[in-house]
């Protein structure tokens, strides 16, 4: 005997009962019962009013979780997202009708048949796909000063419309998300075919968003220096790579390092590819850094780090004289901005442990061996400015902005936001925001007065651009064709298709002149020195700065 309902996931229920004893069967069908039709009206029009938020995503707020670096691109090589736009995994809110009950009030619109823009489907994703020669290629390197220097090069930012951006205009968008560049650079970089829409050249800031839309953002991108110290190899074999750091080279993509990075070194240098990162170093630490050569040996060392079954040692140089015993601090630790970058002590925070032992004291400073028993963002730092020996040359924690006591015993005069506000302020005058991981113009609303890099003239300049088409007619003539890619071969050619792209007329950061830094200055007295497993140990020599007869300049 059969009867049937309709589910409150509008879909028919079936449910045979035999006459058999003790059996009892339901199976998904599309058997409509007497009451089915009245049923299934109700379902539809109840569907129908959920619809629109379903396809749509969430217009006032972003509730998708953002991808991690490196996502592959939509049908090629991956790229990171970066300073300009953050790449969104298209169709995460987006549910498909169901099959078995489809709305019969709906008509399926002919493609061109209105005016109405059309936004294509998703382009699928190739997982697993790491940076290729082809990335490797956008520029390259040159060595000035002690310092290792990118040339400026073009590279496409790219993203998928983000749930909150529905509905709104691309000039929404950019004046409210990417305070960057002022409206009149965008408006120059649509006049210069800069940006594109599902690939389509944008003609006007006022086109509104939909669901899916794809953003190509082509801008000429610039790279802070780093210090020229080679990355060493301490060991390969078929499963890991180890080097040994410099201070200062991020480990992997992100703001604005790209090529100066230590994943981007090694594959134009060393041609190691697709490495995955075993564990991460602060971009101002230096020392032991694993990568495995697999994924199947990621996961395996990733386990053996989630049950705790690796040493972590570091050593580091401190203000005074660090007492002579063993000291343990457990102080829990807080993330008061992630943005930013900045931790404190706060009972609020999440616990963790660190053990000290000093090594040696010359009368100012101290060395001093660590083992984090826990993983937490800047654990070591913070811990040591707790204790009251901030880290000598830490640029964060051993800062005026924490106040008199500069944050010892967790004392610390102001609000996180005034806190947040001075070490913006202290490092946006010393130009050195990469600290803090930010760029100029991508400071978090209320910290800073200024929202763009480029001067009042550079600003006059760009509005001209933007008013004046036949000036622009020569800058669509300056970008090159292929802005990807840069030909690296050997050869007089080559070496000036490179220097054309180091310099762009719509380019803010081009027109400003910045002081390089100190190679000393991107060295901070925190180095890795050991990392031991069940099955392997590796160590890296002592930097200068760590040896017993070392002085202060």
Same mark, same amino acid.
Request: hydrophobic letters at 35%; glycine letters at 8%; a negative charge.
């Given at each position: 005997?059969?009867?049937g309902?309709?589910g409150w996931?509008?879909?028919v229920?079936q449910?045979?009962f035999?006459?058999r004893?003790?059996s009892l ?6 058997? #409509?019962s007497?009451m089915a ?23 006032g707020?972003?509730? #998708?979780?953002?991808?991690l670096p490196?996502?592959?691109e939509?049908?090629g090589?991956v790229?990171?997202p970066? /300073?300009? &736009? ?6 995460d809110?987006?549910?498909e009708p169901?099959?078995?009950?489809p ?13 109405e823009?059309v936004?294509?489907?998703p382009?699928?994703r190739?997982?697993?796909?790491s940076?290729s ?6 520029t ?10 990118v040339?400026p090069?073009?590279?496409?930012f790219r ?6 951006w529905v509905g709104h205009s691309l ?5 409210t998300e990417?305070? /960057?560049q002022?409206l009149?650079y965008?408006?120059?970089a649509?006049r210069a075919g800069r940006?594109h829409?599902n ?7 006022s086109?509104?968003?939909?669901d ?6 082509t801008?000429?991108?610039?790279e802070p220096p780093?210090?020229a110290e080679?990355v060493?190899?301490?060991a390969?074999?078929e499963?890991?790579v180890?080097?040994?750091k410099?201070?200062?080279i991020?480990?992997?993509p ?6 100066n990075?230590? &994943?981007f070194?090694?594959?134009k ?7 995955h990162p075993l564990?991460?170093?602060d971009?101002?630490?230096?020392g032991v850094l694993?990568?495995?050569k697999?994924a199947v040996v990621?996961?395996r060392?990733?386990?053996q780090v989630r049950d705790r079954?690796?040493?972590?040692? *570091?050593?580091?140089r401190v203000?005074g004289?660090?007492? /002579? ?7 829990p &630790?807080l993330?008061?901005?992630?943005k ?6 706060d009972?609020?925070?999440k616990?963790?442990e660190t053990?000290f032992q000093r090594?040696s004291?010359n ?8 083992? @984090?028993?826990t ?6 730092r ?10 000598? =040359?830490?640029?964060?924690?051993n800062?005026?902005a ?12 102001k609000?996180d936001?005034?806190?947040l506000?001075d070490?913006? /302020?202290e490092h ?5 925001l990469d600290v803090l991981?930010?760029?100029?113009g991508?400071?978090? @609303?209320g910290l800073t007065?200024?929202?763009?890099p480029?001067?009042?003239?550079a600003?006059d #300049?760009l ?5 004046a088409?036949?000036?622009m007619?020569g ?5 090159p064709?292929?802005?990807?890619t840069?030909d ?5 050619a080559a070496?000036t298709?490179?220097m =054309?792209?180091e310099?762009?007329p719509l380019?803010a950061?081009c ?5 390089? @830094?100190?190679?000393?200055d ?15 140990? *590796?160590v890296?020599?002592?930097p200068?700065?760590?040896q017993?007869?070392w002085?202060? =300049?």
């Open positions: 005997m059969w009867l309902h309709r996931l509008g879909v229920v449910w045979r035999d006459l004893p003790l069967a339901w199976t998904w069908g599309s058997y #409509r007497p039709g009245t049923l299934s009206t109700r379902a539809e029009a109840a569907d129908g009013l959920r619809a629109p938020t379903q396809q749509n995503g969430d217009a707020s972003d509730a #998708r979780v953002e991808p490196g996502r592959p939509p049908g090589p790229v990171e970066a /300073a300009g &736009i953050v790449e969104q995994t298209p169709g809110k987006r549910e169901s099959a078995l009950a709305d019969p009030g709906k008509r399926k619109k002919r493609r061109g048949a209105t005016r823009r936004v294509p489907p382009k699928k190739r997982t697993g796909v940076f020669d082809e990335h490797f290629a956008e390259s390197y040159y060595f000035e000063g002690g310092l290792r220097k040339r090069y073009y590279f496409d993203t998928y419309c983000k749930g909150r000039m929404h968008v950019f004046s990417f305070r /960057a002022p009149a965008y408006e120059a649509i940006l829409l690939e389509e050249p944008v003609q006007d800031l086109i509104v968003l939909k899916n839309d794809f953003l190509r953002n801008v000429h991108r610039h780093v210090t080679p060493r190899l301490l390969e074999n499963d890991v180890v080097v040994d410099p201070s200062s991020p480990v992997h992100c703001g604005r390092f790209r090529h990075t230590v &994943i070194i090694l594959g240098e060393h041609q190691l590819k697709e490495l564990h991460r170093l971009r101002l630490t230096s694993m990568f495995a697999t990621s996961e060392i990733h386990e079954q690796l040493e972590k040692e *570091y050593v580091c203000e004289e660090f007492p /002579a015993e063993e000291v343990t601090c457990r102080e &630790i993330v008061v901005s992630y930013v970058g900045v931790c404190r002590v009972p609020q925070g616990p963790c053990v090594l004291y009368g100012c400073s101290s060395v001093v061996r660590c083992r @984090p028993l993983g937490r963002t800047h654990q070591i913070v811990h040591l400015q707790f204790l009251g020996h901030p880290i000598l =040359n830490d640029p964060i924690y800062s005026v924490w106040g008199p006591s500069r944050g010892r015993g967790g004392h610390i005069p609000t936001e005034e806190l506000r070490l913006v /302020a946006e005058a010393k130009q050195s991981g930010l760029c100029d991508d400071m978090p @609303p007065d200024s929202t763009a480029s001067s009042e003239l600003k #300049r509005e001209e651009l933007a008013i088409p036949q000036k007619d800058i669509v003539e300056a970008v064709q292929d802005m990807d840069v690296l071969a050997q050869g007089k070496e298709d490179v =054309n792209q310099t762009d380019c950061e027109r400003l002149v910045r002081q390089d @830094p100190l190679p000393q991107l060295v901070m007295f925190l180095h890795a020195l050991r990392y031991k497993g069940p099955d392997f140990e *590796y890296s020599p002592l200068p700065w760590a017993d007869d002085q202060e =300049n």
